[in-house]
C-alpha cells in the first residue's frame, strides 16, 4: 500500500454550468409547472376524467424537481473555489468566480478561500544549538494551491498549518545558536535573512502534503528566556566594554606611534629608550583613562 496518499488526490480544475442561464431555464420550468398544475386542476373539477389527475401528479414532480435543480445555484468571490464531491467521490474543483449552477446533490460547505493567509505565532520557548533557553516567534504567509489536497489529504488544513509551523520554528531554533557562533557560523540573531529563508523551505517541505505554499516566513520575535536573560546581558555588556576598550587601545597605540615618529623625524627632541619608554607610559595613561586626566607639567629639565 501506498503510505503517501496526498499523490492519489491532485487538484482538477472543473467548469460548472452558467447561473445566470439556468435561473432562467429553472424560472420557466417553474412556471410550466405551475400552469400545468393549474390548467390539470381546473379538469378534475370540471369532472373530465382519469387523465387530468395524473397531470396532477405530473406538474407536482415536475415542481418538485425543479425546486431540487434550484439548489444548486452557488456563487463564488474572487480567490475562491469550490470542491464538488458527489456521493464521496471527488469530481473536481471550480476555481471561476461569479454565478454558478452545478449539480444538486454535490456537497455543500465544500469553499476554499484561496487568499493569502497569515499566522502569527505564539512566543515559543526552546533551546537553541547551545542549550541556552530562548524565546523565539514568527509569522507565515501561506494560501493554498491544491484544493484536492488540503481538503481530502488532511484533517483539517488551518489546524494541521498552525501545528506544523510551530514544529518547524522549534526545529529552527535548535539549529542555530541565538549569538555568538563561530567565525562565519549563522546566527538566529546575526544572519534573519538566511534563518527566514530557511524557515521558509522547511515550512514548504512540510505544508506540500496539505497542497499549501508558503509566501513568506519571517522571525518577528526573538529573546532570552527570562530566567538568563539578565546574565546574557551582562555578558553583552562585558564584551561592549571590551570591544570598546581594544578600540582605544588600538587607537593610543597608533596616536603614540605617530608621535614617537614625528618627533623624530622632525628632530624636536631627542630622547632615549628610557624617556621614550616614559613618555609611552604617559601618554597611554591620558588617552586610555577612562576619567578626564590632569597632568603634571615639568618645567625644569627632563634629565632632573
Given at each position: 500500500m501506498n503510505s503517501e496518499s496526498s499523490v492519489l488526490n491532485n487538484e482538477k480544475v472543473t467548469q460548472a454550468w452558467n447561473g445566470w442561464g439556468m435561473l432562467v431555464l429553472?424560472?420557466?420550468w417553474m412556471l410550466g409547472s405551475l400552469a400545468l398544475l393549474i390548467y390539470s386542476l381546473a379538469g378534475v373539477n370540471r369532472h373530465l376524467g382519469q387523465p387530468y389527475e395524473t397531470m396532477v401528479v405530473v406538474s407536482l414532480l415536475l415542481g418538485a424537481f425543479g425546486i431540487l435543480m434550484a439548489f444548486g445555484f452557488f456563487t463564488l468571490q474572487p480567490n475562491e473555489a469550490r470542491v464538488l464531491i458527489l456521493f464521496g467521490a471527488y469530481k473536481g474543483t471550480v476555481r471561476?468566480?461569479?454565478?454558478?449552477?452545478?449539480?444538486?446533490?454535490?456537497?455543500?460547505?465544500?469553499r476554499i478561500s484561496l487568499r493569502a493567509h497569515n499566522f502569527n505565532s505564539d512566543k515559543l520557548k526552546v533551546?537553541?544549538?547551545?542549550?541556552?533557553p530562548?524565546?523565539?516567534?514568527?509569522?507565515?504567509v501561506w494560501r493554498v494551491a491544491d484544493t484536492a489536497q488540503a481538503m481530502f489529504d488532511v484533517e483539517d488544513y488551518e489546524s494541521y498549518v498552525r501545528t506544523q509551523s510551530e514544529s518547524a520554528i522549534r526545529h529552527l531554533a535548535s539549529a542555530y545558536a541565538y549569538d555568538y557562533g563561530e567565525e562565519n557560523e549563522v546566527t538566529l540573531r546575526s544572519g534573519m535573512d538566511e534563518v527566514s529563508n530557511a524557515l521558509k523551505d522547511h515550512l514548504e517541505e512540510?505544508?506540500?502534503?496539505?497542497?499549501v505554499v508558503?509566501?513568506?516566513a519571517r522571525i518577528t520575535h526573538l529573546a532570552y528566556a527570562p530566567e538568563i536573560a539578565q546574565a546574557m546581558l551582562r555578558r553583552q555588556q562585558a564584551e561592549a566594554v571590551i570591544a570598546a576598550r581594544q578600540k582605544i587601545v588600538h587607537g593610543a597605540v597608533s596616536m603614540v606611534d605617530m608621535a614617537l615618529r614625528e618627533l623624530s623625524e622632525k628632530s624636536v627632541v631627542k630622547?632615549?629608550?628610557e624617556r621614550k619608554a616614559a613618555m609611552v607610559s604617559n601618554l597611554l595613561v591620558v588617552l586610555c583613562a577612562e576619567a578626564e586626566v590632569s597632568p603634571v607639567i615639568n618645567t625644569g629639565t627632563l634629565y632632573a
Open positions: 429553472n424560472i420557466c471561476d468566480s461569479g454565478f454558478h449552477w452545478a449539480n444538486p446533490f454535490y456537497s455543500h460547505g465544500c533551546n537553541d544549538k547551545r542549550g541556552n530562548i524565546e523565539i516567534g514568527a509569522v507565515v512540510r505544508l506540500a502534503k496539505a497542497g508558503v509566501d513568506e630622547l632615549d629608550e
